[in-house]
Nanobody, 118 residues
Framework: QVQLVESGGGLVQAGGSLRLSCAAS????????MRWYRQAPGQQRDLVAT????????SYADSVKGRFTMSTDDANNTVYLQMNNLKFEDTSVYYC???????????WGQGTQVTVSS
């Protein structure tokens, strides 16, 4: 059973920074892609960032482009989301997602709350 454990969420002032972590129970390279999603109260779950584990290529939602950066610590099976210049609109529960190689279903973490005060 694959486990993804997010951490690093919390309360931060607008303009501040936060780094989210997603610790996986197995190698990051057993996944084709790693993703971060977020879901604000009453809203749909939105894709925030994607990282291709084969070449490290990243892509971001327009709303966070230039402010958020996704990266990995391969030796520790960990994926990060560095969030800078946070805005009130970034307030959401953030979820780690992993697409396994040869699998039809993605894995999800439990989520971590990010609250940005104005």
């Amino acid at each position: 059973q694959v486990q993804l454990v997010e951490s690093g969420g919390g309360l931060v002032q607008a303009g501040g920074s936060l780094r989210l972590s997603c610790a996986a129970s197995r190698s990051i390279f057993s996944f084709n892609r790693m993703r971060w999603y977020r879901q604000a109260p009453g809203q749909q779950r939105d894709l925030v960032a994607t990282l291709n584990t084969n070449d490290g290529y990243t892509s971001y939602a327009d709303s966070v482009k230039g402010r958020f950066t996704m990266s990995t610590d391969d030796a520790n099976n960990t994926v990060y989301l560095q969030m800078n210049n946070l805005k009130f609109e970034d307030t959401s529960v953030y979820y780690c997602n992993a697409e396994p190689r040869g699998g039809a279903y993605d894995y999800w973490g439990q989520g971590t709350q990010v609250t940005v005060s104005s």
